[in-house]
């Protein structure tokens, strides 16, 4: 061979012009490693999706007739990290040319922007970096569209991509008339709705081999799993759950976006897409995901309305490329901001679900077995308390990007520590997404069993996040009250008797302190 083209885990994307033609001087690599597997501990589920879907790639290209080297942990163990593995099969190989597709993640595109590839030989080997042809806002363009430590607001991106991508637009105006239909979104599930809910399509490819590898190698994980894998491995797997996701939950997909339920066995996901992880891994192209739901919509007018879809494309066409914007153009300071300085750990109950409150049990047990919480479950389940406690965001930051199938840094952490923590100061969100026991309440079934009561704010028995809610606002009062979107929330507080304010913070003081025994 004379080329060596480097394919990531993430970077499963069958339509890279890399591979519009055979060539049989050019081997491709996709290679398990310890490096990837140990940056932080990864739920199980995660690392067997991510070596599935590997494998199954690694596949397909041979079968389209490329060359190419998969390696496994068995073959890459003794290399301490991705550039040794490069150098070695550069050598062994006589390589002139090294190719890789830029990473999404700061870490390894330094890795590899580092790495001198040809140092060690005595001839040289040229790199080139590719872009990986999969997001809608070119790479070179993100600087020009996002200031560095400047909050900028989704909406008005979005709306720029809806025009520029012409995506749900009449001639200059948006389809309908409006720009957002939230407002028409929100619902609560009643218990009639529950049943109507589909059951998630889930896949069934065997994990046993590569749990074996991972047992082999002394890979730590945490989570549950099967002998069976849930999630898309292929691009056809990822497919057939874009088309399920079409036909049997867009049309309730904006309506109950924010909704959750207890009663989570077969409804664990409820009208969410969970396309997550088929498309960072590129299995599926984001315009490939908004095309096919706007056909869904064009062709089931009746079925499907207008505030369902564009709800959906704004979280594609609009969140999922805003939070990149972000994430590059604040790298690598964001990784280390702490405006509220939070520095309180992390319950040990996050690892177990073993919390007496029961919407963090229900969100946390669902997310150990399932690899899966939807956004409302992250943003005002999880990352609500994390906000409300003051907890270190780095160990949010660890968890986050541990747990989830989809969690790879680009994404979870301006979605982490911005939109959940505010630890950006407000670069994603405008204000921080604290909520009471009443939005839970509101939003979801949840404290029906819970044990303490969602309508008291002070004593044993009152449910923690009530008064960790004032303990907050009033720790951060002097910030809270000058933004326009929180400053009314004092009015209320600030008429109540003193000694009932005392009551709750005093309630509030010992939750802080006792975190564990929640
Ligand atoms: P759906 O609800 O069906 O939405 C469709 C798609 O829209 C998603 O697949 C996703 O690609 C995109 N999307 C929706 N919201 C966002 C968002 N805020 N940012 C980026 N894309 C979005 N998403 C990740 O992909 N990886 C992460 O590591 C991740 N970490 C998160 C951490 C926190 C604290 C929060 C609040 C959100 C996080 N999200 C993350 C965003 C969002 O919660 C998930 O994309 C979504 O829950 C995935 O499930 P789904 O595919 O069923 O999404």
Redesign the pocket.
Known sequence: YSTLRLILGDQLNARHSWFSKQDDECVYVIAELLQETGYVKHHVQKICGFFLAMEQFAMALQKAGHQVLHLTLDETRDFKDLPSLITHLCQQYSIICFEYQRPDEYRLLEQLRDFEVDKSFKKTISKKEWDTEHFLVPFDELAKRFKPGKPGRMETFYRKMRQQHNVLMCDDQPEGGQWNYDAENRAKLKAADLEKIPEPLVFASSTSSVLERLKRHNVQSFGEIGTHLLWPITRQQSLKLLNY?CTHCLPR?GQF?DAMTANSDHQW?LY?????FA??TKMLHPKQVIDKAIKAWQENPDAISLAQIEG?VR??LG??EY?RGVYWSNMPDYESLNFLKAEKDLPEWFWTGQTQMSCMHHAITQSLQYA????IQ??MI??NFCLLAGIDPDQVDQW??GI?I???QW??LP??RG??QYADGGMVASKPYAGSGNYVHKMSDYCGGCVYNVKEKEGESACPLNSLYWHFMEKHRELLHKNPRTALVYKGWDKKMLADRNAILKRAKWCVNNLNSL
């Open positions: 996701f997909f976006q996901s969410h897409s969970r396309i997550s498309l960072n959906f979280q594609i969140w999922r939070i899966y919480a939807h956004h992250r943003l999880t990352g986050y990007l989830y989809d969690a790879i994404v979870e979605n982490t939109m959940s």
